[in-house]
């Protein structure tokens, strides 16, 4: 019999605003900025594990102004057909919310979810519900990774969903701020 497929899913983050007002004035508030070629800890993770998984990276819709409802539809165009005893999803902040929430919210199974730099209260259209403990009945494996001094995400974040999650594994560093940077050997 065929070993079964490997796969980890790393979704990434965006931005969230609760209205068209909001997200146009962040526009005007942002600096121009053109494609650079940077490496970030998510496409060193593909190049150092795709000899050992199949390494998928959605380019997930309209990261800028993202929505769950968006995200959703097209999370649920691949994610079902995955094998849930040997898929791993890696969520960073906006994508880590965005795999909390939706694994609350649908029976889907999975090995283990690594959710980065996890916000806990509404991101624009991202919103935890009450049936966010549903999320460990189909996950063995629930792990958060936070820094102390994450600029973006609040430390406290971590307790909210701990108090939860009282089995998942919680990684803590201190100096990691909101986790952009080119390697995540930890992770790896």
């Not at 899913?9 to 900025?33: C, H, T």
């Not at 040997?86 to 919310?97: D, E, F, K």
Request: glycine share 6%.
């Amino acid at each position: 019999m065929e070993k079964p497929v490997r796969t980890l899913v790393i979704l990434g983050g965006g931005e969230a605003f609760d209205n068209d007002s909001e997200y146009l004035a962040a526009i005007r508030s942002w600096d121009v900025r053109f494609f650079e070629d940077r490496t970030s800890w998510k496409t060193t993770l593909y190049r150092e594990l795709s000899d050992r998984f199949r390494v998928l990276i959605p380019e997930l819709p309209c990261k800028q102004n993202a929505k769950y409802g968006e995200w959703e539809l097209f999370f649920e165009k691949f994610a079902p057909a995955l094998e849930a005893e040997t898929t791993i999803y890696v969520g960073h902040s906006l994508g880590a919310i965005f795999l909390a929430k939706y694994f609350s919210e649908n029976p889907i199974r999975a090995k283990a979810l690594h959710l980065v730099a996890t916000p806990f209260d509404k991101c624009g259209t991202f919103e935890l519900g009450a049936n966010l403990p549903n999320m460990a009945e189909n996950v063995p494996g629930i792990h958060f990774w936070h820094s102390e001094d994450d600029p973006v995400v609040d430390f406290g974040d971590l307790s909210k969903y701990l108090s939860v999650f009282p089995n998942a594994t919680a990684h803590v560093f201190r100096d990691r701020l909101h986790f952009n940077q080119e390697r995540f050997d930890e992770l790896a």
